[in-house]
């Protein structure tokens, strides 16, 4: 059994991480975030039901944030570090540089939206999952996780359509 929940460990870490990294914005929180998940998710073994792994950490993750901020309740800042590793421009052609610019932008833009439709944005576009999986993970219904998706996709398309006018 170990050696199955170290695998596990292995094999979502990274996408946990950077879930909960870009909630938190903040690279130790999601570190610390990324822990308690995985303790929860041990602990809670027994409650899992054989559905998709992926899905159940995320729903895991997703409940181990929301209890991080409703007892923090502060604003949480951006790890400046989590971007400038990744905006290096050195020795890279233009179309790397210009594609980690658009990447930059979006993901700025969703962190602008309303914490649901943030999470939908996120799940969906950035993770990968179904709308099935990813209203599952939000513990909302698919009708109204479809709605905060579109929503938020319109919100960062009009944005961007604005800044390209303006």
Known sequence: MK????SIYQ????????????LSLN????????????????????????????TWLFTIAHHVFIDY????????I??????????????????????????LEISNLVDKLPEKQRYAVLL????????????KVMGIKQSYFKVLLFRGRQFIRNRRENQNDG
Do not use: C, P, W
Request: glycine letters at 4%.
């Open 27 to 54: 690279h130790h929180t999601a570190e610390d975030l990324v822990q308690e998940t995985f303790l929860r998710a041990h602990i809670y073994l027994e409650s899992y039901r054989g559905e998709n792994v992926k």
């Open 124 to 135: 969906h576009d950035f993770h990968g999952f179904t709308q099935i999986e990813a209203s």
């Open 78 to 103: 951006k790890d400046n570090a989590f971007f400038s590793s990744y905006l290096d421009n050195t020795n890279q052609t233009e179309g790397e540089v210009l594609l980690k610019e658009e990447v």
């Open 11 to 22: 094999t979502y870490f990274l996408d946990i991480y950077r879930f909960l990294l870009s």
């Open 3 to 6: 050696n199955h929940i170290d």
């Open 69 to 76: 901020y409703r007892k923090h309740k502060k604003m949480m």
